[in-house]
């Protein structure tokens, strides 16, 4: 079955810094990569998500490229903000596959100010 | 506003004790999921459910039941509840069958003492 790995598990930025949050996957079918973000005690909510046939996608600060021969997918995060503090989740899936979306471990972000 | 909401949020029992955690959405979704978080290890899939007659074990399903009440409803169960079931259970629903955005539950802390 797919695996999803994520680096790093923790970063510390500057406020006003870039962050830079990398996952790579396995299952080569995998062709959905959203990314959620989870606020102390909320829910996570995605907040990216990219398909296979592009290879970049922005959204104001944040973007996400996906590289498929390499299988990995990275969060681009600028100029962060306190409230980017989170802990933000990759994840993949394939068509067919019932939605079911393989996560990473997470990568608990900090934004100091 | 549509919503996934999870009863109970937070839940105390002991070792060998049943407990059903239940979700119930308002957003029309077919598919619906049971996913639990654990620290250092994202969020893990129990099981998943396409629509009523349809019930697929997940990732990590030994231990856990579930059922599809309706199409707005999916309890999961613990028969005999054990302490390394303490975690984080969050319900998910999404559209099929293109991969779509998953939308979470409030999730339910359960402590297994």
């Known amino acids: 079955g797919e695996n999803v790995e994520q680096h790093p598990s923790t970063l510390s930025v500057q406020e006003g810094d870039s962050a830079v949050i990398k996952c790579t996957y396995s299952d080569s079918a995998s062709n959905y990569f959203p990314w959620y973000k989870q606020e102390l005690g909320k829910r996570p909510q995605l907040i990216i998500d990219i398909r296979s046939n592009v290879g970049e996608k922005k959204d104001q600060r944040i973007a996400v490229t996906l590289n498929k021969t390499a299988k990995h997918f990275s969060l681009h995060i600028t100029e962060t903000q306190p409230e980017d503090s989170a802990v933000y989740f990759c994840a993949a899936s394939r068509f067919g596959d019932g939605n079911k979306l393989v996560f990473g471990a997470g990568t608990i972000l900090r934004v100091k100010s | 506003d549509a919503d996934v909401t999870q009863t109970p949020r937070n839940r105390i029992t002991k070792t060998g004790k049943r407990i059903m955690l239940e979700c119930s959405q308002t957003?029309?979704?077919?598919?619906m999921y049971w996913y639990r978080q654990d620290p250092g290890l994202g969020l893990r899939l129990i099981y998943y459910s396409f629509d009523v007659k349809d019930i697929n074990k997940g990732e990590i399903s030994d231990g856990y039941s579930v059922s599809r009440q309706a199409q707005a409803k999916f309890s999961l169960s613990l028969e005999s509840a054990i302490p390394n079931q303490t975690a984080l259970y969050f319900c998910?629903?999404?559209?099929?069958?293109?991969?779509?955005?998953?939308?979470f539950g409030q999730g339910t802390r359960l402590t297994v003492v």
């Open positions: 957003k029309g979704h077919d598919r």
């Open positions: 998910a629903t999404s559209v099929g069958p293109l991969n779509t955005e998953a939308f």
